[in-house]
């Protein structure tokens, strides 16, 4: 299959693929969509030899460039499409770019820096388009997990001993399973749903005792959005509730691994609360 490159702003949706040139927009480069790089920041040593090295070295922000062409019935729809192309940089706003090749779909978001093309009162027009992601990872297509509040069978059992047990058998009620397949660590969006928690609830990662607590009523009829890559929760999705977040000890999926998440009432609960995790695998 040929890749395809999907641009897509708040007010159009541009497809651009590398199959026949009279087929719409198509490309001739897609340039860094697969590429990574760090700014080492290596320091010199004082009067010997070499330098010191980071602890640690995060990925910069990735500039991604597209080159093609377009070709028009009439030089009325090339210029239709040179605005197309202009529209995408969408007044600043943040674009979604998505390609799909042959081994995944994976996307990104992007603020696109320029797009160009020599003038020409032709129908076929070249076009470049440079885009600039500040996560420079690519994602898949997110997975979902959900369960209900865990079925006592025993509690816990004191002094704690990591990683934790709940009680019962690890695939029961009460644990969602958050998977990554890619190749770069990855975080997950929590969503509580249906029922009723006036002292709210908490999230703990079994494997290390980590825990995020959310200790604000969760009433039926609404949601709680624990968004774990802003590191902020929701009401509703939309209402900022970071208030209610205590002492959080946030984690993430490492590449090629799986956590279970535990779901823990803090209080009484009416109804049957729901846990739906949604993880993304990461990609360089």
């Known amino acids: 299959m040929g890749t395809t490159i999907?641009?897509?702003?708040?007010?159009?949706?541009?497809?651009i693929t590398g199959d026949g040139v009279f087929s719409g927009p198509t490309y001739d480069a897609l340039i860094g969509w697969y590429d990574v790089g760090a700014d080492l920041r290596f320091e010199r040593r004082p009067s010997a030899p070499g330098a010191f090295a980071p602890e640690r070295a995060y990925a910069d922000a990735l500039t991604v460039s597209i080159e093609g062409q377009f070709y028009g019935a009439t030089r009325g729809e090339a210029l239709a499409m040179r605005e197309r192309l202009t529209g995408l940089y969408d007044d600043g706003l943040a674009v979604t770019m998505t390609v799909t090749d042959d081994l995944r779909t994976t996307s990104r978001q992007v603020h696109i820096e320029s797009v160009t093309f020599p003038w020409t009162i032709h129908q076929q027009i070249g076009f470049a388009i440079d885009a600039k992601a500040a996560d420079p990872r690519r994602y898949g297509t997110g997975q979902t997990d959900s369960t209900t509040l865990r079925v006592a069978s025993g509690g816990l059992e004191f002094p704690l001993v990591f990683p934790l047990d709940f009680g019962g058998d690890p695939s029961s009620d009460g644990r969602v399973v958050t998977v990554n397949s890619g190749n770069s660590a990855t975080v997950t969006t929590f969503t509580v749903s249906a029922g009723q928690m006036l002292d709210g609830f908490e999230l703990v990662n079994?494997?290390?005792?980590?825990r995020v607590a959310y200790v604000g009523p969760v009433v039926s009829g609404t949601t709680i959005v624990v968004d774990f890559a802003a590191r902020v929760a929701f009401i509703n999705g939309t209402t900022p509730a970071g208030r209610y977040l205590s002492s959080p000890q946030w984690w993430s999926v490492p590449a090629g691994t799986s956590l279970e998440v535990a779901f823990v009432a803090l209080g009484a609960v009416t109804g049957t609360p729901t846990l739906t995790a949604l993880t993304a695998s990461a990609y360089h």
């Not at 999907?6 to 497809?15: A, K, W």
């Not at 079994?206 to 980590?210: C, E, F, H, K, S």
């Open 6 to 15: 999907t641009l897509t702003s708040s007010r159009d949706t541009v497809v």
């Open 206 to 210: 079994v494997a290390t005792g980590q």
